[in-house]
């Protein structure tokens, strides 16, 4: 049987040894909402709490009008007098601390029995208690990695590290690790995946030994100083102001030039001008209106929805503090957070699908929003999972062109010229393909904007006029393409056309398209996706051309 390792031996978690979580990752995962549950309770009965330790333990300060006596006939609406009248006070506190010990023990026992190994070719996890699981995600099918550093997980310098996995559920997840050992990590799986072979490295110091120095003077040879309890308290609160203080993206990772800001000013803006503020006004006047005609029943339908909207709202903002998208070797990387941080890695070639968007109220400002399709994400709902989707909640025209540079390296070049008519233009400029005018009577406020043009192995699809939207389509990780004629396309001699990529927020598909141009389109598509397919080697970025 493989020996476990424990994970503050050695930072090298890529040796193919089974290592354990964080020695904090019972409490973070669950000890936390325990402790939550316990204070509730305890502070709802903390008058009664009061008055049973007075009887116990000074009734002498009670009343001379209370009697004990007096509680017997409420052993039915109040547990805690019954135990006290009943003597059954020492029994309750035994089971109690029972109760602690086998939670205690039930979280130890998890942690000591979730494990996982990182091979040349898988990552596989291993927990359970009573019931075990043994999981194994290859390498090769990462779609992305996320580290989640979340308040309570920095004040104990650890991190979450969620691996996107292409499949349905497919996705591992290791909660928690040291917080530079989850860096760590994910590099060592990132370069797995590209297929670059595993260099050879110097022995790694273990962390005790790595994160702590010494308050003495310089050693002796041969002798080794242990570091005082002073040294080491020191030294562990510099760390956790120094990972406080450390930017989400390592300067040295990524040139400058490649780096996208978003100031605070536009962020709070462009929420304040978002969608939501519509049903914000919305709640309001009706919220209003109840209060002037007396309709208590219209308080209590959308108060509570008021208070989920601006909720809504403040956590939009909050994740959108310190974000910022830039190219590093291993592919995109994106980070966002205040106090609590997250920072995405996509590696090359998992983008399926590219969607930039514009909401009405932000075209005087030329804000836009850039969505992607990944494998392995959800289709729909606003959680954490489809957050990681989001790629630039709100940039300018410059911000887009360089964040679909970093999504689409390979085709930069050849979509210069296309991006600006795909935004904001209509008609057939730069080899864009438009909608007839019989598209009006289905399409009558967008059919203008309808368009489809092949550019760089990239298909853009071009639509919309109250939210206008820019739809880029990599041939090569393209699953299929349709027509569509229904009767009254049919009749219009019109058609539809969808491209097939991955589940995701996106629907690439262009609403209205002369027949003629339906079936062209269809034919030059299938036959670039094809020979796209063969030649892109974007997945093994590791590689070098020769090898592949």
């Known amino acids: 049987m493989s020996t476990v390792q424990p994970l503050p031996a050695t930072r090298d978690l890529a040796d193919g040894e089974w290592h354990r979580l964080h020695p904090a990752s019972p409490l973070l995962r669950g000890g936390l909402v325990f402790l939550a549950v316990l204070g509730f309770i305890l502070a709802n009965l903390r008058e009664r709490l009061v008055e049973v330790f007075l009887v116990l333990f000074a009734p002498g300060e009670l009343d001379r009008d209370f009697a004990p006596s007096e509680w017997e006939g409420e052993w039915a609406e109040d547990p805690i007098t019954g135990i006290v009248v009943n003597g059954l006070v020492g029994w309750v506190l035994a089971g109690f601390v029972v109760l602690i010990v086998l939670v205690i023990l039930g979280f130890w026992f998890a942690w000591r029995m979730h494990s996982f190994r990182v091979t040349p070719e898988a990552l596989e996890v291993r927990s359970g208690i009573l019931f075990r699981s043994h999981r194994s995600a290859r390498l090769d099918r990462i779609q992305g990695i996320n580290v989640t550093r979340s308040l309570f997980a920095r004040l104990f310098g650890a991190a979450k590290l969620d691996v996107s996995v292409a499949g349905q559920s497919g996705n591992v997840d290791l909660s928690y690790l040291g917080s530079a050992q989850a860096d760590r990590?994910?590099?060592?799986?990132?370069?797995?995946?590209?297929?670059?072979?595993?260099?050879?490295?110097?022995?790694?110091?273990?962390?005790?030994?790595?994160?702590?120095?010494?308050?003495?003077g310089p050693a002796a040879p041969g002798e080794v100083l242990a570091p005082s309890l002073a040294a080491r308290a020191g030294g562990?609160?510099?760390?956790?102001?120094?990972?406080?203080?450390a930017p989400e993206l390592d300067p040295s990772l990524a040139p400058p030039e490649s780096v996208v800001r978003i100031p605070l000013p536009r962020v709070i803006a462009s929420t304040l001008l978002g969608g939501t503020m519509v049903w914000f006004v919305v709640f309001?006047?009706?919220?209003?209106?109840?209060?002037?005609?007396g309709a208590p029943w219209l308080l209590f339908s959308f108060v509570?929805?008021?208070?989920?909207?601006?909720?809504?709202?403040?956590?939009?903002?909050?994740?959108?503090?310190?974000?910022?998208?830039?190219?590093?070797?291993d592919g995109v990387r994106i980070g966002s957070g205040l106090l609590s941080t997250s920072n995405q890695t996509i590696p090359p070639g998992r983008v399926h699908a590219v969607e930039v968007s514009q909401w009405l109220l932000w075209r005087p400002f030329g804000w836009w929003t850039v969505r992607v399709n990944v494998a392995g994400q959800p289709v729909i709902g606003s959680g954490d999972p489809n957050q990681r989707t989001l790629v630039l909640p709100v940039g300018t025209g410059d911000d887009v062109r360089r964040v679909i540079g970093?999504?689409?390296?390979?085709?930069?070049?050849?979509?210069?010229?296309?991006?600006d008519a795909g935004l904001v233009g209509r008609g057939d400029a730069h080899g864009f393909t438009t909608a007839p005018r019989r598209a009006a009577w289905i399409r009558p406020t967008s059919w203008r904007r309808i368009g489809l043009a092949v550019a760089g192995g990239v298909v853009l699809l071009r639509r919309g006029w109250l939210v206008r939207s820019l739809v880029l389509v990599p041939l090569a990780r393209m699953q299929s393409v349709a027509i569509a004629r229904g009767p009254v396309r049919r009749g219009l001699r019109l058609a539809s056309l969808r491209l097939h990529t991955v589940a995701g927020p996106i629907t690439p598909q262009v609403a209205a398209l002369d027949r003629a141009d339906a079936d062209?389109?269809?034919?030059?598509?299938?036959?670039?996706?094809?020979?796209?397919?063969?030649?892109?080697?974007?997945?093994?970025w590791g590689v070098e051309p020769d090898a592949r």
Do not use: M, Q
């Open 185 to 216: 990590l994910r590099a060592d799986l990132l370069r797995l995946a590209s297929g670059a072979r595993r260099a050879a490295t110097a022995p790694v110091l273990p962390d005790a030994a790595a994160d702590v120095a010494t308050d003495g």
């Open 236 to 245: 562990l609160v510099n760390r956790r102001v120094d990972e406080f203080l």
């Open 284 to 293: 309001v006047a009706i919220i209003v209106v109840g209060f002037a005609t």
């Open 304 to 329: 509570p929805a008021l208070i989920g909207l601006v909720s809504y709202v403040w956590t939009r903002i909050t994740k959108s503090l310190r974000y910022s998208i830039a190219g590093t070797p």
């Open 406 to 419: 970093l999504l689409a390296p390979d085709a930069a070049h050849d979509l210069a010229g296309v991006i």
């Open 520 to 540: 062209a389109a269809f034919e030059v598509i299938a036959a670039e996706a094809v020979a796209n397919a063969i030649r892109d080697r974007s997945d093994h």
